[in-house]
């Protein structure tokens, strides 16, 4: 891949009857629809591909089916159908095949048992297209027998041997986290999973980021697997237009309205950077980053690209993460972050790591509940 942000985007989620997560494979491709729309890029998400033996969810009126959705099956074998379908769309759009694009799978951990053959059906139609994992560890309230955790095991082997040749990487993340159990498991699902959709549809608009192929290189150099740490502050409406202002002294009940403030919003970003990093506020997984490794610092800020204060936040954010965080690479997106519930709606800024996660540490981290860094 060369170009800063990805064109062509398949989004594959597989489930399982019975998996601890809850259908993740569906609940996820929701969300990252959901995600990809409030970021205004869903054109270029090519579509969905759903594989489950949940009969459930194979009727339509049963689960609403997130937009997008182009193939819908029972069995994996028929993924090739899918990958099918999606080759001839872009071949459609670009007149060749050869532009490169991203596959991205979603699964409960536990049911990523088939991911291989997955992997290779995807390299074998469309080898010019990465592939990324998005893998959710199993919900906090399920206990795991130990045959599950022997299958855990063998499932970060397999993605051990898949990354060296097939994957860009495999982000991993955990329900049982700080991060899930502070702001619960459907809100950080949707953090993390706009974290994704940042990453991967907007690195393009700042002019300093890495491209999307530089970071999962880099990623992918450094460990077989991928953490994220994420966090989310509420920044100061700004000065409102006249009129608002004007009507709000007559009706104060009526919400503040600007366009958010630049320094509140630089001021929030420093301190969620220094919380992840200094006090590993916003773990995903129970394995906190290693600071002397490198790792990368996504910023999604809600002001327009061509808004002067995106660059001037840009070039301040970088410049911190220079002076204090030197081995930190930043990324700096457009878009609102993720509201958190008790805060209400506004502007928000959500700020993230990515950084290597050894399977071996998660592997030896222990049971639910016992994990440690």
Excluded at 214 to 241: E, F, H, N, P
Aim: proline share 6%.
């Amino acid at each position: 891949m060369t170009e800063s942000s990805i064109r062509h985007v398949f989004v594959l989620g597989i489930d399982e009857p019975n998996v601890l997560s809850g259908n993740f494979g569906y609940h996820g491709s929701r969300k990252l629809v959901e995600a990809v729309k409030s970021l205004g890029v869903i054109e270029q998400l090519g579509g969905i591909g759903l594989v489950t033996t949940d009969t459930d969810l194979l009727d339509p009126t049963a689960f609403p089916l997130p937009e997008k959705v182009v193939w819908l099956t029972s069995t994996p074998e028929q993924v090739t159908d899918a990958l099918t379908a999606h080759k001839t769309r872009i071949k459609q759009s670009s007149g060749t095949t050869l532009p490169g694009g991203m596959i991205i799978l979603i699964m409960d951990l536990l049911a990523a048992h088939t991911i291989e053959r997955m992997v290779l059906l995807a390299k074998q139609h469309l080898p010019h297209h990465e592939i990324a994992l998005l893998v959710k560890h199993p919900d906090p309230d399920q206990w795991i027998s130990e045959e599950q955790q022997h299958m855990i095991q063998d499932i970060c082997e397999q993605l051990m041997r898949l990354q060296s040749n097939h994957l860009a990487t495999s982000l991993l993340y955990d329900a049982r986290s700080s991060l899930g159990l502070s702001v619960g498991p459907d809100l950080q699902d949707e953090v993390v999973i706009k974290t994704l959709a940042s990453l991967l549809f907007l690195s393009g608009q700042d002019q300093f980021n890495p491209s999307v192929a530089q970071v999962l290189d880099r990623l992918r150099s450094l460990a077989s697997l991928t953490s994220l740490s994420c966090t989310s502050a509420k920044i100061a409406a700004g000065k409102a237009k006249r009129t608002w202002t004007f009507m709000r002294r007559l009706f104060p009940d009526w919400p503040e309205r600007g366009e958010g403030n630049l320094t509140d919003a630089m001021t929030q970003s420093k301190t969620l950077i220094r919380a992840m990093l200094d006090q590993h506020a916003g773990m995903a997984t129970h394995i906190p980053p290693d600071v002397s490794l490198p790792l990368f610092v996504l910023c999604l800020v809600p002001f327009r690209a061509a808004d002067p204060r995106f660059g001037a936040y840009s070039n301040e954010i970088r410049r911190f993460l220079a002076l204090e965080y030197p081995q930190s690479v930043g990324i700096i997106t457009s878009g609102n972050g993720v509201p958190l519930r008790h805060l209400g709606a506004g502007y928000y800024v959500q700020c993230s790591l990515l950084y290597p996660l050894s399977p071996a540490r998660f592997l030896l981290a222990g049971k639910p509940g016992q994990l440690e860094a």
